[in-house]
């Protein structure tokens, strides 16, 4: 019922938006279009500056107003924290994972930036001619976030020092219903390690659903006779990779 309602609602906008285009354009081009347009309405030229800039311009507003106030009576400044609720759209992600690119977390982090710290420091902010500046950024990604999933963009205070102030951000989503696989199973799966050649016996009489079901630990029986190496391999020399890699 509501996955129909929900293809009625967009049929309704997708024949409105086609009334505003020429008749003399084909129909087909004319649906391409607005689903071109609806794919990409996130990355739009000129969005950015809306959802981003106009908030940020607001709390400086309200800041030199001294409309802007922290929400906390905590006098530690790190207790004060920023959310805002994004949308993973079709523009925004990778189109052959499905699930929100890299590049855009910086794009997030943009949302919450300006209103987190003009509503943390509106005093100091609200003088003229104090602003604050972008000194650098460095993302850890742990999970992936889908495309079409909502996601709460947070930004708080951590520590400072004699010229930098250090904010985190936390991108974060609801849970989904996918299984985080541990790789030696998925190694011993394969047939490779110490057990190899006897792991491939007994993987070989196995069926596809069975092997994935033992994959993912909800079948130990089928694969019983699997032997599953170290959990972990090469590790020992992480300090000496290259880059944040290694921290």
Do not use: C
Request: charged share 15%; glycine share 6%.
């Amino acid at each position: 019922m509501l996955n129909s309602m929900l293809l009625a609602t967009i049929q309704y906008y997708q024949a409105q938006m086609l009334r505003f285009l020429p008749s003399t354009i084909p129909t087909s081009l004319k649906v391409a279009l607005v689903a071109w347009l609806a794919i990409n309405f996130q990355t739009f030229p000129g969005r950015w500056h809306v959802t981003v800039l106009v908030p940020w311009l607001n709390w400086m507003a309200r800041a030199r107003l001294g409309l802007s106030t922290p929400t906390t009576s905590d006098p530690d400044p790190r207790t004060f924290k920023f959310t805002r609720t994004l949308f993973s759209g079709p523009g925004l992600s990778d189109a052959f994972g499905f699930h929100l690119s890299n590049s855009s977390y910086a794009w997030a982090a943009d949302h919450v930036r300006g209103p987190h710290i003009y509503s943390l420091l509106p005093v100091p902010l609200s003088l003229k001619n104090v602003y604050f500046a972008l000194g650098s950024t460095a993302f850890k990604f742990t999970k992936q976030i889908d495309i079409g999933a909502t996601f709460d963009v947070t930004q708080e205070l951590v520590a400072y020092d004699k010229k930098w102030a250090n904010v985190l951000h936390h991108i974060v989503h609801n849970k989904t219903q996918k299984r985080t696989i541990v790789p030696a199973r998925a190694i011993a799966l394969a047939g490779f390690g110490e057990h190899g050649a006897a792991n491939k016996v007994v993987v070989n009489r196995m069926t596809p659903k069975q092997r994935l079901a033992w994959l993912i630990g909800e079948d130990e029986k089928s694969g019983m006779s699997i032997k599953v190496g170290d959990i972990e391999m090469g590790m020992e020399g992480k300090s000496e990779w290259p880059g944040a890699v290694s921290a």
